[in-house]
């Protein structure tokens, strides 16, 4: 036992520690009292912080998912309710074709009335299939009913073109591979249109009209081209189209093929539109420079040799021969042979001599457009789309030819009988083509109407709106990365019919194989019917994808609903403060606070007895 001293006062520092024992307690009382938790710091509960942390993210990850399925189902709800009303135009179109495909109607009066409304109706389901949420698009495939087309899902009104879509003559192109520049086959097509032309005996291909105009129509619903009508009384069940790739078509005519080939812009293609091919005669002809008259219209440049007195000699001459090829068959010829003719107009054929007797293979021919061919060797120059060789191995000579004909013979007659120095030397010789200009005429034209079926109400030129396009919508309905819910529109039905092989969500007329269709004939209108049942099945299944999706979109509420429920009440056990309990704390550690607070005034006192000692 310690004695009485005043140097340490043991007493006071014992109720001074335990004051500061008590008076934090009674601040950490106060201070989970006071904020409701009982883990304010990590010192408070270092695992139930972790655990309490991760417990609030998830929680903070329902509460916003619970939101984005909200506002997914607010989606759904706009694009579904739109299609409610496509689906009332689809029931309309049938009542339509239904109508039209009775017989007591007349095609060109009262079909085409009913055909005016069903043209509006296709219009007014490309509108519909513009509904956005929030700026996105989801019902159109990708294209405004303007025409304008998301490139990257965004819509540039800035950029794009927003003029309604119509065909015109510039979106057609004839190619160059077709078979009526071949006169052979183009004579062979002929005959098959029509046998009751007045003809020439044997020869069966040479009269008839001057040319025929042969209609072609488009069926959007099937992507095909068929031959409608004939001028002349040309047989177009002779007549075939075949569709390409590329939008357009190729022609048979019987069992000749492709004897012409369309391209069309296939982004302005319409239900209806037509395209008129003429065909001319070939029988007469195209103008080509047959019988070119080619002659030597220049020859006394004659270059000396070593002798002074060396002169030309008259039987020194250049012969030009033209083959028979081009005498007789003015058909074969091309605007190639034509355009080869000019270089040879004007052009300089230069010969040398080394003596008497020889020609040298040295022989050249300099083009009018400066092109230098010397002979000696096999020389091919490209003009047009056509190779022409100058074949130049024989002395003194050289042929021009095609793959199949030799076109023009060259050839330089020896000097002649002289001594040798006044023969050495060179003679140029200047050639002159007279021949006709080659004449297109038997190429097919192409004419192009349009029976358009956009109407100038879906041109909208001043558009400017920002929208975005999507197939497919993916809500982050939950917490957690894998929480997210995907759904496009992949399936197929044998109820979809030809719809089925490229389904997707768009519920455009096009889309829909509405856009295809015409009522103008009772046989069109009763093909269409099925068509329109094929449409309004599609629009049922992405309608119940959509519905099919909010359920599963409520019922991940529901769920988020009640799982956010459990995890916050988990949570609040690990971090609410019991008030409860913690105010039985509190009283204990304010007492305790108030007892040492006394005990240190009384151990403090102690001291003082010492001056008793001393008194």
Known sequence: MA?????????????NRYYGINNSGLSKSLEKLSSGYQINRAGDNAAGLAVSEKMRSQIGGL??????????????????????ETDSILQRMKTLADQAANGTYQDDVDREAIQLEFNQLNDELDQIADTDFNGVVMLNGGQMADGTKAIDGKFDYANGTKAATKLGKGDVNLLDGQNWDDTDVAKNAWAKLNSQWTRTAGKPETNGPDSVDITFKFNQADGTWSAIGATEGADISKVKANSTTDGGFSVDIDNVTNVANVVVNQDK???????TLTFNNPANGVSAPTNAGATVIDDTNFTEGTAAGATKLNAADLTVTLDTFIKGKDSEMTEDMDKLFDLLDGATVEVSYTDKATVSKDMKITLTDGTVISGGATTTITVGNTKFKFDGKTAGAIKVQTAANTLVTLAAQQQGAANADNSKGSIQYKLGFEHNTYDKAAVPSVEVAKTGKVSIANSNNAATAPLTYTDELTLQAGARTKDSVKFSFEYSSSGLGDLKANLNCSSRADGLGTSGLNLLTQEDANAAIDKIDNAINKVSMVRATFGATQNRLEHKIANMNVTKENITSAESRIRDTDVAEEMSNFTKNQILSQASQSMLAQANSLPQNVLQLLG
């Not at 509460?63 to 409610?84: C, F, H, P, R």
């Open 3 to 15: 004695g009485m001293v005043v140097q340490h006062n043991i007493s006071a520092m014992n109720a």
């Open 63 to 84: 509460t916003q998912g619970v939101k984005n399925a909200e506002d997914g189902i607010s989606m759904i709800q706009t694009y579904e309710g739109a299609l409610t």
């Open 269 to 275: 293609l319409g239900n209806g539109d037509t395209i």
